[in-house]
């Protein structure tokens, strides 16, 4: 059981390149999760969705654009990277009746 | 303002120190839920509890104890004799309930450091 899955791992960018982030479960959940984590900042919500086809921002949306296509996927793209968007980036679901998260492992981006 | 206030950045104690570390909410919804996650020095994050807003009761599981008090809006987390593999960050969280969709939001996290 592979729970939820992050890909890639790590990743650096240029400034004004685009990449998605893909968050992947095996756990039938109904929501997840786009979190950042930054120094001192704790974890940030960025987008989430309740639902395959369905998707909400978050705390700190702008630059990110999600979907949710797939039950199990969720994706996170960046349209045009920015330096202030270097940060760890996780991905988390929960079943509808319990509240607790399951984390991916996080993602490393450094855009440069 | 924020939701979830852990107002201790960094504590320092030595091997085998109780360590309470503070978390202070704030919500208007009667039905919430507060967690408390647990990222060691690896980077994933672990969940250590979860407390409904209903549900008063302190907890303990081994060395880790909760105290929940809705009166003052705090739910803080206590090591006994405390271990250097305790060091890590730890958050806590607080869920929601508007409309069903619990948003989970979190504090800005507590670096606990346990030296030997």
């Known amino acids: 059981n592979a729970g939820v899955t992050q890909t890639p791992k790590f990743r650096v960018l240029k400034t004004g390149q685009s990449m998605t982030l893909l968050c992947a479960q095996d756990m039938n959940h109904e929501y997840m999760y786009w979190y950042r984590q930054d120094p001192g900042m704790g974890l940030r919500l960025i987008h989430y969705?309740?639902?395959?086809?369905?998707?909400a921002k978050g705390e700190v949306p702008d630059g990110y654009n999600v979907s949710r296509l797939k039950k199990q996927n969720f994706l996170l793209g960046l349209e045009s990277a920015a330096p202030s968007q270097t940060s760890v980036y996780f991905c988390?679901?929960?079943?509808?009746?319990?509240?607790?998260?399951?984390f991916g492992s996080g993602t490393q981006l450094s855009v440069l | 303002a924020q939701k979830v206030t852990q107002a201790q950045t960094e504590i320092s104690v030595v091997e085998k120190e109780d360590v309470t570390l503070d978390c202070v909410y704030e919500t208007r919804d009667t039905t919430y839920y507060l967690f408390w996650y647990k990222q060691p020095p690896s980077g994933e994050l672990v969940f250590l509890i979860r407390?409904?807003?209903?549900?008063?009761q302190n907890e303990i599981s081994g060395r880790y104890s909760w105290n929940f008090q809705k009166s003052t809006s705090s739910f803080n987390f206590t090591i006994t004799a405390s271990q250097v593999v305790d060091s890590a960050v730890y958050f806590c969280?607080?869920?929601?309930?508007?409309?069903?969709?619990?948003?989970?939001?979190f504090g800005r996290g507590t670096s606990l450091i346990v030296h030997p």
């Open positions: 969280a607080l869920s929601e309930g508007s409309g069903g969709s619990y948003i989970p939001t």
């Open positions: 988390a679901s929960r079943d509808r009746r319990n509240e607790k998260l399951f």
């Open positions: 969705s309740v639902g395959e086809g369905t998707t």
């Open positions: 407390r409904n807003s209903f549900d008063e």
